[in-house]
C-alpha cells in the first residue's frame, strides 16, 4: 500500500489518471490531489468519495511515496526534483525529463527492465509515441524495423481539456450559422479542418511532436530504427489514429504480423476489412488497449508492411502507461531510485 | 462558342461545375443541365439565370458537343458511350473509364497532350489523385520519383453532398448531448471520428480508394514510380490533405523543392512554418490552387523529402479539372475524336 499524489489532479489527463487508479484498485493507501492556485480548492470524485483539490507547493511531497505528474513540463520541471529528493518516485507525463539521459522513459510492455534505473524520476512518454512502440515493439523483436514512416491523426484532447472545449464551442457555432470564437488553444480554427502543427517548429521544419516521436522510440525500442514523422491534429475529441509504413530485415506477411501482434501485450486486433473491422478513435474512448488494423503488405519496398494503428491518447497515451509503471514499481520492487539501492550493495 | 451538358448537375460535383464554368467566364453557347428522375424538374443557378433541370435520357446528347459527366460510375459506364456515340465529348468524373486503355486519364498541368488521342470520353481522375500528382509532377520532372508513401486526410464532400449532412447532423446532435442519427452514407459515426475506409477493400486488403491513388498516378504521371496508399475519411466538409513521403532519383534541398513548386502551374507554396504559414482544408475551400507545405528533408533515406498537401476535392479535385479539360479541347481543337481526325488525314 502506497501513498499517491497526483500532480494537476484537474486536467484532463489528471482526471483520467484517478479513472484509470480507481478502475484497476490500485492499492493506495492515501491519495493527494494537487493543482495550482486556479484550480486548488475544488473538490474530484475518486474511488467513491468526493475528495479536495489541495495547491501543489514544495511540501506537498513529504508523506508521499508516487507522484503522477502532469501539470505541464514547466511545472514538472519545478516540482519533480523536489518530490524525488523528499523520496517519492515521480513518473512525469510531460516532456520535461524524457531525454535526460538519468531518466528512464518507460512503456510497461515495450521496456518495463529500463524502469528500475530510475533516480526517482521516471518519464512517461509522449501520447502517439507510446502507441506507436506497443503496436511495432512485437513486429521489431520478430522482424527488425528498419525504418518508420508515420503520419498521425491526433485528437484535440491531446492539447487539454479546454482544446477540446474550444473545439466544440467552434463547431457548435459553424453549424448553427454563428461566428466562430476566436482559436487561443490552437493556431487556427480547429472545427472541421485539419492543423499539420502540434507543439513548435523546430529549426529543421520538424515540430517538436515530431521530433518526440523519434527520438523516444530510439530511446525506448531502438536506436538504429530509421523514423520520420508528420503530425497532425484533427477534430476528433478522443483517440490518436496513426498511418504507419515500417520496412523490416526479415518478412513479415500480414497473417504473421495479425498473429504476432494478437498475442502482444496491450494489443488487440482489429484486421477483419471484408467485414468492416477496423480500429477507430471513437471506439478507442475509454479504453486501454491500442488497436491494430488495416494490416497490409506494401510491396513497393522489401520487407513493407502499411498498419492503422488507434488508442485513447488520455489513456493508454498518458494516464493508464504511467498508472501501469506505478504498478511495474510496486510489482517489482522498485520503488527506491537505483542509486540507494546500489548503495546498499555495497 | 460550345453546347454543354452537365450530367448530375445537382450533387455536389455538379454544382461547383456549374460555378466553375461561370466563374471562368467558359465559352459555352448553351447549356444543360441533366438528372435523374430524383432531382429533374428542379432549377439551378448559373450564369445570371435559373435554368431548369432536365431529366437525363439517352437523347440528352444530340445537341451537345461537351457533356462534364458526374452522375455516379454505373450512369456513365451507360450514357458515355451514348453521348459519344452523339458526337460529343464527355470528360467523366467517375472512376468508370479511368483505368481503360483507351480513354486518356487526364489532369492538364501534367499530361495535357494524353487528351489529344481521346474517342470521345476523356477521364477525370480521382480527387486524391489529382491534387498529389500536380504537386508531385515537377518533382518528378526535376528529380525523379523512385517511390511515394501517402496517408490522406479526405473531406466527406468527397462522399456527396448527402455524406456532409450526415456529418453535420451527427455533429450537431452530438454537441447537443442528443441521439446521433444513424449512419448510412458512412459505414460508421463519421462526426468527430476518422474512419480509414474510402471506398470498398479488394482483396490485398487495400481499398479500391487507394488502389485508384496507386494505378492512377501510374498512368497519369510514371508507371515506373512505387506508390503506397493509405486513405482515411476525416471529419473535414471540404479539403483534402495529404502527408506525403517521397524518395527521389537525385537530391532535392527543401529550398529546390519550394522553388521548383512556386513555378509550377496550379501550385502554391505556403512554407514558412516560423511565422506558421502551411495549407488547411478549411483555407482552400472554393479555391483552384494546389496548395503545398511542410516540406523537409527526410534523412532517413536517400534523397527523402515530406510534404503537406492541401486542395479543395470538389474544386481541382473534381469540377475544377474537368473544366480545364474542356477549356483544353477548345484551346487545342481537340474536340473531335483521334479516330476522326486520323481518318480525315488519311
Redesign the interface.
Known amino acids: 500500500m502506497v501513498r499517491v499524489a497526483v500532480m494537476g489532479a484537474t486536467g484532463a489527463v489528471g482526471r483520467e489518471m484517478l479513472l484509470t487508479l480507481e478502475q484497476r484498485h490500485f492499492p493506495y493507501s492515501s491519495i493527494k490531489l494537487l493543482a495550482s492556485e486556479r484550480s486548488a480548492g475544488t473538490t474530484l470524485l475518486f474511488d467513491g468519495a468526493m475528495r479536495p483539490v489541495e495547491l501543489l507547493t514544495e511540501k506537498s511531497f513529504d508523506d508521499v511515496d508516487i507522484v503522477l505528474a502532469s501539470a505541464g513540463a514547466s511545472v514538472s520541471k519545478q516540482f519533480a526534483p523536489i518530490a524525488a529528493k523528499a523520496g517519492a518516485v515521480v513518473i512525469d507525463n510531460t516532456s520535461a525529463f524524457r531525454m535526460d539521459p538519468d531518466v528512464p522513459l518507460v512503456v510497461p510492455e515495450v521496456n518495463a527492465e529500463a524502469a528500475q534505473g530510475h533516480n526517482g524520476i521516471i518519464a512517461n512518454p509522449n501520447c502517439s509515441t507510446i502507441q506507436m512502440v506497443v503496436a511495432l515493439a512485437p513486429l521489431h523483436h520478430a522482424a527488425g524495423i528498419k525504418?518508420?514512416?508515420v503520419?498521425t491523426?491526433q485528437a484535440t484532447s491531446g492539447a487539454g481539456a479546454s482544446a477540446m472545449a474550444e473545439m466544440?464551442a467552434q463547431?457548435?457555432a459553424q453549424?448553427?450559422g454563428e461566428p466562430l470564437p476566436p482559436a487561443k488553444k490552437f493556431?487556427?480554427?480547429m472545427a472541421?479542418?485539419?492543423?499539420?502543427?502540434i507543439d513548435v517548429?523546430l529549426d529543421?521544419?520538424?515540430?517538436k511532436e515530431e521530433m518526440k516521436m523519434i527520438n523516444e522510440t530510439h530511446k525506448i525500442l531502438d536506436p538504429e530504427i530509421?523514423?520520420?514523422a508528420?503530425t497532425?491534429r484533427?477534430?476528433?475529441?478522443r483517440g490518436h489514429?496513426e498511418?504507419v509504413?515500417i520496412e523490416t530485415k526479415k518478412k513479415l506477411t500480414?497473417a504473421d504480423a495479425q498473429a504476432i501482434l494478437a498475442k502482444a501485450p496491450g494489443c488487440v486486433v482489429l484486421d477483419d476489412?471484408?467485414n468492416?473491422i477496423?480500429?477507430?478513435?471513437?471506439y478507442a474512448e475509454g479504453r486501454d488497449a491500442t488497436y491494430i488494423?488495416?494490416?497490409?503488405?506494401?510491396?513497393?519496398?522489401a520487407n513493407?508492411l502499411?498498419l492503422?494503428i488507434?488508442s485513447d491518447n488520455l489513456r493508454k497515451g498518458a494516464a493508464l502507461n504511467a498508472v501501469q509503471i506505478a504498478e511495474l514499481l510496486l510489482e517489482r520492487g522498485w520503488l527506491k531510485p537505483s542509486a540507494e539501492v546500489q548503495t546498499t550493495e555495497g
Do not use: H
Not at 529543421?204 to 515540430?207: A, L
Not at 477496423?278 to 471513437?282: A, L, S
Not at 488494423?293 to 519496398?301: L, N, S, Y
Open positions: 525504418r518508420i514512416v503520419s491523426y466544440a463547431s457548435k453549424l448553427n493556431r487556427y480554427t472541421f479542418n485539419c492543423l499539420p502543427q517548429f529543421n521544419g520538424y515540430t530509421r523514423v520520420t508528420t497532425v484533427v477534430p476528433v475529441f489514429s498511418s509504413n500480414v476489412p471484408a468492416g477496423y480500429p477507430m478513435p471513437i488494423g488495416r494490416i497490409r503488405e506494401d510491396d513497393t519496398v513493407g502499411n492503422w488507434v
